[in-house]
């Protein structure tokens, strides 16, 4: 059965403070990692799809990597609007649906 | 690309009563997925949809859930009888061949 593991739970950051969300996980066959950002009473909003060990995506301050066994999502010099929380997921080989972690949620100070 | 409006967005209902959730995708896509939210387990699958037509509902919790998409632009999520454990945003999510999903914003159920 897959399984994603984000952590931590919860991150306080100061605004410029650098740091780094982690997804583990475990699947027989990867078909995609993928990043979403999810703001209070609103749905998952993609960012990045990342498909094999060793690529990584940018936007802005976010930059997503990937390993054989988990990803990292890293905020440089984060902002305030940066607060919500980040959810991962997973698409094994073969089937179509996403199998989230239960996120982590980011409050960025100014 | 908001791709999906979902109603209604809230709905408080009695334990007992039916509820019906409804999904309107805008663009075309050709996968239509329905997720729970909750604190205690996360994002849940319940049911997804490929050309309309239903491919995994093994994440749907029992034979009080049921769902139909019956053409490209209209999907629902049906709960009778409803119960207190029920209570979740329920999120409708479209996505191609590529994986990624698009949501809508949610439909916050409470059963009291």
């Known amino acids: 059965e897959d399984q994603v593991t984000q952590s931590p739970e919860a991150l306080r950051l100061q605004e410029g403070e650098s740091s780094s969300l982690n997804c583990s996980y475990t699947?027989?066959?990867?078909?995609?990692l993928f990043w979403y950002r999810q703001d209070p009473g609103k749905g998952p909003e993609f960012l990045f799809t990342l498909y094999s060990a060793g690529e990584e995506k940018e936007k802005e301050r976010l930059k997503a990597t990937l390993t054989k066994k988990e990803s990292f999502l890293h905020i440089t010099a984060p902002k305030p609007e940066d607060s919500a929380t980040y959810l991962c997921?997973?698409?094994?080989?073969?089937?179509?649906?996403?199998?989230f972690g239960t996120g982590t949620r980011l409050l960025v100070s100014p | 690309d908001a791709g999906v409006i979902q109603s209604p967005r809230h709905e408080v209902t009695e334990m007992g009563q039916e509820v019906t959730l409804r999904c309107k995708p805008i663009s075309g896509h050709d996968y239509l997925f329905w997720y729970r939210q909750t604190m205690m387990r996360g994002l849940e699958l319940l049911i997804y949809?490929?050309?309309?037509?239903?491919?995994?509902d093994s994440g749907m919790p029992e034979d009080r859930f049921s769902a139909k998409m019956p053409n490209a632009s209209f999907s629902t999520l049906k709960i009778q009888p409803s119960e207190p454990r029920d209570s979740a945003v329920y999120f409708c999510?479209?996505?191609?061949?590529?994986?990624?999903?698009?949501f809508g914003e949610g439909s916050r159920l409470t059963v009291l």
């Open positions: 699947v027989s066959g990867l078909r995609g």
């Open positions: 999510a479209v996505g191609g061949r590529t994986g990624e999903l698009f």
């Open positions: 949809f490929n050309n309309n037509v239903p491919i995994d």
């Open positions: 997921a997973v698409r094994e080989t073969g089937f179509q649906k996403l199998v």
